[in-house]
């Protein structure tokens, strides 16, 4: 059985930083490697959204909002995935979900599985 669980979350002051882990179990290291990873946000009232993904290449992306802030790794071995989060600002309050994609040989994602979340509050 395939499980992701967060941590890292927590209060923070405006201008602040936290890292996010995001450890899988149940599945293989080789398997985690191939993978595709991410990392949602969620406020109260609002809906989910992608703040940052990598590739199992390790090519990055980010939200607009997040980039040049945060940094999106992965740690193959440890079959864990981060979010570095810096300069936090009340607006990044949020839960945070990872996400993790599993493909077929032609790149179609074939499953996926979401972390229970972690919350992360910016006071200001």
């Known amino acids: 059985q395939v499980q992701l669980v967060e941590s890292g979350g927590g209060l923070v002051q405006a201008g602040g930083s936290l890292r996010l882990s995001c450890a899988a179990s149940g599945t293989s290291g080789i398997i985690f490697s191939t993978n595709d990873l991410s990392w949602y946000w969620q406020a109260p009232g609002k809906q989910r959204e992608l703040v940052a993904s990598?590739?199992?290449?390790?090519?990055?992306n980010y939200a607009d909002s997040a980039k040049g802030r945060f940094t999106i790794s992965r740690d193959n071995a440890k079959s864990t995935v981060y979010l570095q989060m810096n300069s936090l600002q009340p607006e990044d309050t949020a839960v945070y979900y990872c996400?993790?994609?599993?493909?077929?040989?032609?790149?179609?994602?074939?499953?996926?599985?979401w972390g229970q979340g972690t919350q992360v509050t910016v006071s200001s």
């Open positions: 990598i590739s199992s290449g390790g090519q990055a």
């Open positions: 996400k993790m994609e599993a493909r077929d040989w032609t790149g179609r994602v074939r499953f996926y599985y």
